[in-house]
């Protein structure tokens, strides 16, 4: 995911003199991660900030891929063999995914893990695979090859070869799961960000929400505003990771259909209730035609989408739903 937005705490009138703004960094699941809240005092943000990382570190290790004693690693390396272990937060996950590649007509599938490796060594040496190596590709990619039982605590791949790569959407439940850490100990009002997934609680004391600034890439300006709380907020596009291959502008964002990266140049924003279909979406989003994107967002009525396509060097933002629900609060800049 790419870190489009940018979080910005704005107070709309006096804080409390009780509570006072911390933030903390650190190194969690491949990216910086960012928790800003209000407590009351040093010790309480620092425990609260602490069970936070762990929390997110505990998701990080069910779900790499870059880890061999993963759970996603076992459940790979055991792909057509049988059931692995796969804990609450992993099947909650792959529970989601199977329900967004459905919706997504298999625009998004966490069976991509050898389609996005090979994706990844052609970005590095700037060739596309061979054809037939594309059609082995996509023979690995099918959501429908995935197997759960919850009641059980496993999961399986069907067949040989097949391989798991959340990184789709496992950001977007980790930082949700740091949040309700902090909510644990606690501290409402706060927000996790992983780059281009943030889970927001309460707001700061004396504001609306938590500014959310939306924004194509960044070398673009903003397009507006997003006030948010109690919701999960995530971005995808390729502003900052894109390889260009015979003269041809790729995304590192794969597409399950064609194992190759995305072509069009767009940065969708999703506001969702459930973190890790938030940013599911905004992966399946930015891989979909305008028209098959409107029907996936149709099987989830509470979710906000705010498209930016990018089109020589214009910026045409586009909006879709709530169908029921609240609506965040959208505030387009000028112009847009």
Partial sequence: MCPLISIMAVLLGACSPRLERHEYRRLVMGVEARVTLFASDAAVAERAARAAFSRMAEVEQAMSDYRASSEVSRISDAAGTGWSAAGADLCSVLTTAARVSEASGGAF???IGPAATAWRTSCRSGTLPAPEELARLRSLVDWRGVEIDRDRALAKLTRPGMRLDLGGIAKGYGAAAGLRAMQAHGVGRAMVALAGDIALGEPPPGAAGWRVQVSPGPDLPPTGVLVLKRVNVSTSGDAQQFVDIGGVRYSHIVDP???LGVTRR???TV???DPAACDALATAACVMEPAATAAMFERFPRAVAIFQQIEGGTVIVTRLGPQAG???????LPGR
């Fill in 257 to 259: 259909r064609t194992a």
């Fill in 266 to 268: 767009v940065a969708v």
């Fill in 271 to 273: 506001v969702e209730e």
């Fill in 326 to 332: 609240p609506s965040p609060a959208w505030h387009p």
């Fill in 109 to 111: 599938d966490v069976t």
